[in-house]
């Protein structure tokens, strides 16, 4: 169910973006896309919805403690969504659901346009999804010790996936993830 949610989500805000942003790439899409579909962004949506709630009146046979600890877990929260918006999918079909979907998604929209996306969090969390993980390596470091580039390499189970230069090793690591991240959509898209 979470896998099938996640697709709707991911549907309904793919087309949203499409029409109302024809003028941005595909690589700015799927950079918004990603970073509204987040395990963080479905978490939040599922805090307003206050699923933690739901799945504490629901969670008969799981001791209080752990219950409790489920209902504020980040990605139990985030799962409860998919699952719940898959519900729906099945239950109604896409078009009847995709606006509400896309009007609980809506502050995560407008947050992913106004403000610098983080690249580490957003590979980071992706890689999750994947059961995968990433490393950065410092790579080279030139100029003098008040004007040095970094260059940093993104290393996914031990393969280069990008690399970024940058004016601080932080700056150098964004860009990385940054290219990380398009290797990853072009590889989910064998380009």
């Keep these: 169910m979470e896998f099938l949610g996640d697709s709707v989500l991911e549907l309904a805000v793919a087309r949203t973006l499409y029409e109302r942003f024809p003028e941005f790439t595909e690589g700015q899409m799927a950079k918004l896309r990603s970073h509204v579909v987040s395990r963080a962004s479905c978490a939040e949506v599922a805090r307003e919805l206050d699923l933690g709630a739901r799945f504490r009146h629901e969670g008969k046979g799981i001791a209080g403690d752990d219950l409790e600890m ?5 990605n139990v929260l985030a799962a409860v969504l998919e699952a719940a918006l898959a519900a729906l999918f099945l239950e109604h079909g896409f078009e009847p659901i995709e606006e509400a979907v896309v ?12 403000h610098q996306v983080d690249h580490k969090t957003e590979l980071q969390e992706t890689l999750a999804r994947l059961g995968r993980s990433v490393t950065y390596v410092l790579v080279n470091e030139v100029g003098p010790p008040h004007d040095r580039t970094f260059t940093s390499a993104a290393m996914i189970d031990g393969e280069n996936a990008g690399e970024g230069t940058g004016r601080s090793k932080k700056d150098a690591e964004q860009e990385a993830a940054r290219h990380a991240l398009e290797f990853l959509e072009n590889a989910a898209s064998g380009d």
Excluded at 70 to 74: D, G, K, S
Excluded at 103 to 114: D, K, N, S, V
């Design 70 to 74: 489920l209902a504020e877990n980040r």
């Design 103 to 114: 009007r609980a998604f809506e502050p995560r929209i407008q947050f992913a346009l106004t």
